[in-house]
C-alpha cells in the first residue's frame, strides 16, 4: 500500500518585486512511496529537488495537483488542501524533517533539544534524555557535548543533532534533505546505517542525497528529476 | 475541535463610517476610506484561534495589529463584528466560575461591560509592549499581582501573597523584592512582572503585544524563553503581535500577516516565511538583515 502518492504536482513562485515575474520551481512531478520503503530523489541542482519535499512538508504551497498521505491518525489526507491544524498536528506526531542547515534556538542544549519531541508526546524527562543521550552517543556526539549549545557545534556535529531531533521518535514519514552533507565518510555510514534500520522498523521516507554512491545504498526506488518540460521517471 | 476564540467579521472604524467603508473593500487602497475619510484599521477580520496554539500577527506600524489586540482584549470597541470564546473545563475550580457558564455562544463583544471586565480577569492576560499600560507603577509588584486576582475572585490574602511569590518566582524575579515597586526595576525586570501578572489568572487567552521591543538581545532573548517555556507548560492559547520576524519563527505556529486593517495572508509560520505569496509579504521577507 502506498503511504504517500504524488500526483502531478507543480510550483511557479510569483515574485511581486520583480513586477510579477513568474518562477517555475518544477513541474507535473509523480510519484509513489510505497509503506517502508525508501524513494530517493536525484537531479541536477536547481532543478526543484528540495522544493518537492518542501511542498510535501507545507513549508511551499503546491501551485497545482494533489499529494496523498495515508495517516494513520486522521486516514487518507490530500496534505495541499488540509486545515492547517491538521498539518501541523501530522508534523507534531508523524512526519520528520531534516535540512541541511540546522535552525535551533541558540539557548538549548544538545540534550534538551533532542529530547524535546518525545517529551512533547508525553515521555517523562529522565527517560527522553536517556534516550536522546543513547541516540546522540550512537551518532557519535560525545557526551561531554551533551549539555552545550549545538549553535557553537561544528558544521557535522550540527548536522547530527539535527538527525537525531528527528529520527528519536521514529516518524512515520521521514523527509530528507541532503542529511549528510556536511558529514565525513564514516559519520555518513553510520547514519545510513540508522536511517536503514529506521526502515526496517517501518519509517517510510524521501531523501534527496548528493552523493551516488549513497542514494543507491539508502533508496529502493530512485525518481529522477528533469530539468526540462520533459516528465521524470521512477526507476 | 472547537476552537477557543472565534472572531467573525470584525471592524473597527474610526470617525463617522459610511456604508462604502464596509462593502467597497477593494476600492479602499490604504486604510482611509476615499468617499468618508474615516480610517478602517480593522477591516472585516475572522478568524479561528485552537487550544494550545500560538498564533503570530505581523504587520507595519498602523496596520491594525494593536487595534484588534485590544478589541480582543474589550479595550477597544469594534464598530461591528463577533467574537465567540468556548470555555473549556480547565478554569472550573476557579472562584467565581458559575457566571460564566451561559456565555459560551453568545458573541462576547455584545456583553455589558461588566460582564466584559468578569470575562477578562477570570480567562484573560496581557502584555504590552510598554509595561507603563501594564502595571501601575507606584504600586508594589506583589500588589500589582493582587489585584489581578483580587478582581478573579481571590479573596484570601495569605494565598494572595502566596501565589505572588510563586508567579515572580517563575518569571526570574526574585520573590524578596515582592514588595517594592516596579517603578525602582529595570525594563526587563518590569517586563517579566508584567508576565506573571498576566499569567497570575491562569489565564484561557494570552496576549501579547510586542512583549519583548525595547529589551536590550540578551533580555530579550531571556523573557522570549521564559514566554515559550511558560505558553507550553500552562498550555495557553496565545496571540503574538510582533513586527519582529524572528520572534514569529520562534513563537508561533501559524501566522497571519496584516496590512492596512485587512488580513492580507494566513499560513503555517514556516510556509509564510518560506513561501510568502502576498506582494506585502514578500517585501516584509526580503527585509529582515
Redesign the interface.
Known sequence: MNLLNVDSISKT?????LSGKIIEGFKDVSFTVPRGTALGISGPSGSGKSSVL?CIY????TTRGDIWYESPRFGRLNLTRSP??T??QIREMEIGYITQFLKV???VSALDIVSAPLMEAGAFRKAARSAAGDLLEQLGIPQRLFEAYPATFSGGEQQRVNIARAIIKAPHLLILDEPTACLDADTTSVVLDILLALREKGTTMIGIFHQPEILARFSDAIYRMKTDSDRGTIQ | MTPVLSVRNLFRIFGTACSRCFDGNDEICGNKCPWCGAIVACKNISFDLYPEEVLGIVGESGSGKSTLLKILYFEEEPTSGEMFIHLTKRNACFPGEAFMGSVDAANVLSLNSYQKRLFRNHYMGMVYQNPFLGLRMHISAGGNIAEKLFMAGFRNIAKIRERAIYLLEKTEVPGNRLDESPASFSGGMQQRVQIAKALSNVPMLLFLDEPTTGLDLSVQARVLDLIKSLQKEMRLATIVVSHDLGIIRHLTTRTMVMKDGEIVEAGLTDQVLEDPQHPFTQLLVCSTL
Open positions: 513562485f510569483t515574485i511581486h518585486i518542501k507545507g513549508s511551499y504551497l492547517l491544524r498539518i501541523n534556538i541558540p539557548r
